[in-house]
């Protein structure tokens, strides 16, 4: 099935632990974005990257950090600096031609305690 | 600093009502507005918007965009319990940068 799969579905972890979450696809996309949503609330970016081996920061990269050693793999790492890390993270992926929508993965529950 | 930013952040009705939901927008080189609707996890696309005045219609949804004034509205007519979700408005930038932004989200709760 082709699609963007993130691992794992949910995540609990101490503070002051690092954590990294898996985002894969297989849908040949150019792009690919991580973004954080806080309950009830929109997504906020945090990185995203047009092309392997470089990514921009978003809107909240503090805390955060990614890589993006191959096309189809993009994994987000919360590291202890990141404040208030508990959220639902979602990764998307997309082709960069002009007129493109984003698609999603089923999302990552993270809880720190 | 590029914004997106949605209003009302909540809104309650009931079945058979009429909603509209605002996206404004103050971005460097956009290029299209996108509007998506959340139900538990995964956003599904709703529409995209590149050109002002041309409205897009799915079914009892519609959307327009006006690029002079910078907002784009999401109506849906004769609301059902299952338009209950949060609707997502994004923008999308212009130059193959591969930003993109979305606002904080509206939720709808649509009651029986």
């Known amino acids: 099935d082709g699609g963007i799969t993130q691992s794992p579905k949910y995540l609990f972890r101490k503070e002051g632990q690092n954590v990294t979450l898996s985002c894969e696809q297989n849908l040949n996309h150019d792009a690919m974005y991580w973004y954080r949503q806080d309950p009830g609330q929109g997504l906020r970016l945090i990185y995203y990257?047009?092309?392997?081996?470089?990514?921009q920061k978003g809107d909240i990269a503090e805390g955060y950090s990614v890589s993006r050693e191959k096309k189809e793999s993009f994994p987000l790492t919360v590291t202890s600096a990141q404040k208030n890390p508990t959220a639902f993270y979602l990764c998307?992926?997309?082709?960069?031609?002009?007129?493109?929508?984003?698609?999603f993965g089923e999302g990552s529950w993270l809880t720190v305690v | 600093e590029d914004k997106v930013v949605q209003s009302p952040l909540s809104l309650v009705v009931h079945e058979g009502d009429t909603v509209t939901l605002n996206c404004s927008y103050e971005v460097t080189n956009f290029r299209s507005l996108l509007w998506y609707k959340q139900e538990k996890k995964a956003p599904t696309f709703l529409f995209m918007l590149?050109?002002?005045?041309i409205e897009k219609k799915s079914g009892r949804l519609s959307s327009i965009l006006d690029k002079k004034e910078l907002f784009s509205i999401l109506n849906i007519t004769a609301t059902q319990t299952g338009d209950s979700a949060i609707y997502l408005c994004a923008v999308d930038f212009s130059g193959n940068t591969g930003k993109l932004i979305f606002g904080q989200g509206t939720t709808l709760q649509v009651k029986p």
């Open positions: 590149t050109s002002s005045g």
């Open positions: 990257s047009q092309i392997v081996n470089d990514f």
């Open positions: 998307a992926s997309r082709f960069l031609d002009s007129g493109n929508t984003i698609y």
